[in-house]
């Protein structure tokens, strides 16, 4: 090896290291990922792309997509929700497919009048059918600062986060008859809007657009997720190199399986699963997960 090569060489480990180092500071742009789904006066994209806020008013809902599709991976939004009196809105948070034969995994933030809780509905849509929904109340307030909602979807599980915190858990169940979501791209979206017919105390509290603008807060813009070109969805089925998808992400570790339970006996205040009055008969994924 010459000097020369052997000077080309070290240069280019220190560029590379280098941009490593920037790579792992440099928060990922709103624009890098994603694409608002409505005009300017409704998203407020901050900070160069740092922070956006998604703006629900008399005139317009408001929302945003990824520019891609994803088959699993971890998906994660750090969000601060509406303040105040934010009572009939509804904040989602959701990665869905956009096909006939429906799979959508849901994050609900159903507001509320002032100084009564959010209420945080999960739900689970595998081949069309939905109908799974939870709700709990959170630890914190969800709308003093921002806090991460994160999916983690691999081929086993789908786990549902708030603050690294299990909350839910869907596990792969087709091997008792209950399709799972591992077939079909989705992409993720946020989205502001009114459901004052049902959102809030089950629809009594409605809206107060005295109290408008409505604003949601966002910020932490990457995705880690095997994106699928051009429909493809083979090398994301094939592919077991990424992370997601080794074994210590297969099942909870036992101190999540303590924290899933903690939150199952604090906080969960609805579970289609104990709802006997609108399904007679349990779903049979219910006696699969663990909450
Ligand atoms: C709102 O507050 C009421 C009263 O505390 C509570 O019953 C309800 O679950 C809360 N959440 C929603 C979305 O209505
Ligand atoms: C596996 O997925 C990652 C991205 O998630 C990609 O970089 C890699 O090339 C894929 N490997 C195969 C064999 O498809």
């Known amino acids: 090896m010459t000097l020369h090569s052997y000077m080309a060489d070290l240069v280019m480990t220190i560029v590379f290291v280098m941009f490593l180092i920037v790579e792992a500071q440099v928060p990922v742009s709103f624009t890098q990922n994603y694409l608002s789904s409505t005009d300017p006066n409704h998203i407020r994209v901050l900070n160069a792309g740092g922070s956006v806020d998604l703006v629900l008013d ?20 750090q969000i601060k929700l509406v ?11 959701y990665m869905a497919s956009d096909t006939m034969q429906h799979d959508e995994i849901d994050f609900e933030f159903l507001g509320n009048v002032s100084g009564q809780p959010y209420s945080l509905q999960t739900n689970v849509y595998a081949s069309g059918t939905g109908d799974r929904e939870q709700r709990i109340n959170l630890w914190f307030d969800p709308t003093a600062d921002f806090h991460s909602y994160s999916l983690l979807w691999n081929k086993q599980q789908i ?6 915190t299990p909350i839910r858990v869907y596990m792969n169940s087709e091997d008792i008859g209950v399709p799972y979501l591992n077939q079909q791209p ?27 603008p409505f604003v949601a807060s966002y910020q932490g813009f990457s995705i880690d997720a095997c994106q699928v070109q051009n429909a493809n969805t083979t090398p994301c089925i094939a592919n077991t190199s990424n992370w997601w998808e080794y074994v210590d992400y297969q099942m909870l570790a036992s101190r999540q399986i303590n924290d899933l339970t903690w939150v199952r006996d604090n906080w969960l205040t609805y579970n289609y699963c104990a709802d006997r009055r609108r399904f007679k008969t349990q779903a049979p994924e219910c006696a699969r997960n663990p909450l």
Do not use: H
Request: aromatic share 18%.
């Open 83 to 93: 303040p105040g009196n934010s009572a009939g809105t509804v904040t989602a948070y």
């Open 159 to 164: 786990i549902f986060l708030v603050d690294q």
């Open 58 to 77: 008399q005139y317009s809902a408001s929302g945003f997509a990824s520019k891609n599709k994803y088959l699993f991976g971890f998906i994660e939004l």
């Open 186 to 212: 989705m992409g993720v979206y946020s989205s502001i809007w009114n459901g004052d017919q049902w959102a809030t105390q089950g629809g009594s509290v409605k809206l107060d657009w005295t109290m408008a």
